[in-house]
């Protein structure tokens, strides 16, 4: 049993972290441009060591209508402290 807890302990935050750094994007998106944008899916994440992390988020979210892909980058360095330094659409 104890292995298992050892499993969640490093698997968790790798689920969890993307979806929570995700749905700060899209909020600290809605603040800035007034917008009414809902997460619907993390497609894709990664990450970037840079004195903190950037994460780059591939996401899709919807105002009501379909869904639309975005791409976010999230800086971080520590739990407490991160800023939403880019939101646009992704093309790629």
Do not use: C
């Not at 969640?8 to 979806?19: D, E, G, M, S, T």
């Not at 700060?24 to 800035?32: G, I, M, S, T």
């Amino acid at each position: 049993m104890q292995q298992f807890h050892h499993f969640l302990a490093l698997v968790l935050p790798l689920i969890f972290l993307p979806l929570v750094t995700s749905a700060f994007a899209v909020d600290q998106y809605n603040k800035e441009g007034n917008t009414g944008l809902k997460l619907v899916a993390v497609v894709s994440g990664e990450t970037q060591v840079v004195s903190g992390t950037n994460y780059r988020l591939i996401l899709k979210a919807t105002d009501e209508t379909a869904p639309k892909t975005y791409q976010a980058i999230v800086w971080e360095n520590d739990l407490l402290n991160k800023k939403l330094t880019s939101f646009e659409p992704f093309l790629g």
